[in-house]
């Protein structure tokens, strides 16, 4: 079945460092990648959007990847705050009318 | 303010009972959705709709109705044959051409009583 994984544990740094956190697709070939942010009981919030034909894609601190041979995206926060403390969505898409298909997140702390 | 709404932000349910989650709209969009979440797990698709007057079921759609009879607004109501409802309810919308950017709205956690 079709399935986008992160990491589940938590992934702790220290404020001003670059936090990473990483998707990986398994039988599925999505057209784009999407990264939300989610804080404590709260919607997702969109941040950033990749297409398959796309390396990477930058947004002020933030920096995505894509990578359909490793079948990977990776999120990069640069110059981490504790205010980038939250949990971080991936979502897929083959585009079209098909749907989202999210991970489960991963919990991003940034400790000053 | 263009945006997304659920209410209520809390909601009980007993046993037996039919409860309706709230979404509105104001962004023109065509498109809205309902997701499930629970802890550990990533959203999950009960119901989506395109269009006005047309939905369709999502990957757990069981125990669960949804309507569309106006573009600005898509009710869930939650029935009694949904055994396991405890849940933090997610309703979002698109502008529809495709499914890229979703909008979401603060969500709806339902607990049984």
């Known amino acids: 079945s079709q399935k986008i994984e992160q990491n589940s544990e938590a992934l702790n740094i220290q404020e001003g460092k670059t936090a990473t956190l990483t998707c990986n697709y398994t039988?599925?070939?999505?057209?784009?990648l999407q990264w939300y942010r989610q804080d404590p009981g709260r919607g997702p919030v969109f941040l950033l959007l990749?297409?398959?034909?796309?390396k990477e894609k930058r947004k002020e601190r933030l920096k995505v990847t894509f990578d359909t041979t490793l079948k990977q995206s990776l999120f990069h926060i640069t110059a981490s705050q504790p205010a980038d403390s939250a949990t971080y969505l991936c979502?897929?898409?083959?585009?079209?009318?098909?749907?989202?298909?999210f991970g489960a997140g991963t919990r991003l702390a940034v400790h000053p | 303010d263009g945006g997304i709404t659920q209410s209520p932000k809390y909601l009980f349910r007993k046993e037996g009972q039919n409860v309706t989650l709230s979404c509105e709209q104001n962004?023109?969009?065509?498109?809205m959705y309902w997701y499930r979440q629970d802890p550990g797990q990533g959203l999950r698709l009960i119901y989506y709709?395109?269009?006005?007057?047309?939905?369709q079921k999502g990957d757990i759609a069981e125990g669960y109705s949804v309507s569309r009879e106006k573009k600005e607004s898509f009710p869930l109501t939650v029935t009694s044959a949904q055994k396991n409802p405890t849940a933090f309810y997610l309703c979002?919308?698109?502008?529809?051409?495709?499914?890229?950017?979703?909008?979401f709205g603060p969500g709806t956690r339902l607990l049984v009583l």
């Open positions: 979002a919308s698109s502008s529809g051409q495709g499914q890229e950017t979703q909008y």
């Open positions: 039988n599925y070939s999505p057209a784009y």
């Open positions: 709709s395109q269009i006005v007057n047309d939905f």
């Open positions: 979502a897929a898409s083959r585009g079209g009318y098909n749907k989202l298909i």
């Open positions: 990749i297409r398959e034909n796309e």
């Open positions: 962004l023109n969009h065509d498109a």
